[in-house]
């Protein structure tokens, strides 16, 4: 059965490496890759749905003994490395993870990552995503989750604030809405998860040139797949591209225009029963 495809980003080279970016970017502000929290054992076995470019299996697996497994899901594998360049306990498939999960995979992992799902999922609901990682989990697994709150956006100049407005637009006229990802903890305990770690805010000083540049190359991808769709709702491409360009041009006089970054552990209570 075919997946569907809603991802607006692109998956070229850029898009690729600003993906990878974003990994640095997130193992630097929660300091790891996999949270020191989670007991690591040899036959472990760690999922990550919505994998890439597949990075943070492969930083993981440099971490971690051979024998544990390191398995990703993407609706694509348009951005997965060849598999030759796979260590030999990382596969990447393909896989809906708003669709149910295969029967083989409920109940099979230890961990479940996922992170910036902020551009995927739309209308504000999250349910199916929820669902889906929980289905995956063995009673007493863990899911770790790094999000990017662009419903929290911090501003720095003119340009920046311009922007504001039109990104506002322009996420609206595709359906977005950010109200789910400071909702989730809330959200993971109504489908029966433990929050056992919830982290937001400012990030450091150091971090806001990545952020700013990963964010913004996102912003390219965002306002191409949006002018394409043609929706009436959008303000003017022109006027709106122009706005972006002279952002980016002002980030040199100090401007800014960034999200807030969140992250978040739950756990799945150990007497859980599985289910699809």
């Known amino acids: ?15 690729s490496l600003r ?8 193992k ?14 040899p036959s472990m076995k760690i999922a990550e749905i919505g994998t890439g470019t597949g990075i943070w299996l492969l930083d993981l697996a440099s971490q971690l003994p051979s024998t544990v497994v390191l398995d990703g899901f993407d609706i694509s594998d348009g951005q997965f490395p060849h598999e030759s360049n796979l ?16 029967p083989e995979l409920v109940g099979k992992y230890d961990v479940v990552h996922l992170r910036f799902w902020v551009c995927i999922v739309r209308g504000n609901n999250v349910e199916k995503l929820i669902h889906h990682a929980k289905a995956l989990l063995k009673p007493g697994g863990w899911i770790q989750w790094e999000e990017a709150n ?7 100049g003119d340009e920046a604030r311009k922007f504001v407005h039109a990104a506002e637009l322009v996420l609206k006229s595709l359906n977005f809405d950010f109200g789910w990802i400071e909702a989730l903890p809330n959200t993971l305990e109504s489908h029966g998860l433990e929050v056992v770690d919830f982290k937001t805010g400012r990030i450091p000083p150091s971090l806001v040139p990545l952020i700013i540049k990963t964010g913004l190359a996102g912003w390219f991808e965002i306002l191409d797949a949006a002018y394409r769709t043609q929706a009436q709702s959008l303000p003017p491409e022109k006027e709106t591209k122009d706005i972006l360009l ?12 960034y999200w807030t970054p969140l992250s ?5 209570p150990a007497g859980t029963a599985l289910e699809p």
């Open 246 to 257: 002279r952002l980016v041009e002002a980030l040199k006089d100090g401007a800014a225009y």
């Open 28 to 41: 630097m502000y929660t300091g790891y890759t996999l949270s020191p929290q989670i007991p690591v054992a």
């Open 19 to 26: 993906l990878d970016c974003q990994h640095l970017l997130a």
């Open 87 to 102: 260590p030999s306990n990382v596969k990447l498939s393909i896989m809906d993870s708003f669709d149910q999960v295969p």
């Open 150 to 156: 662009l419903g929290r956006i911090v501003t720095n």
């Open 264 to 268: 978040l552990l739950a756990r799945k």
């Open 1 to 15: 059965m075919a997946v569907r495809d809603n991802y607006i980003l692109s998956r070229d080279l850029d898009a």
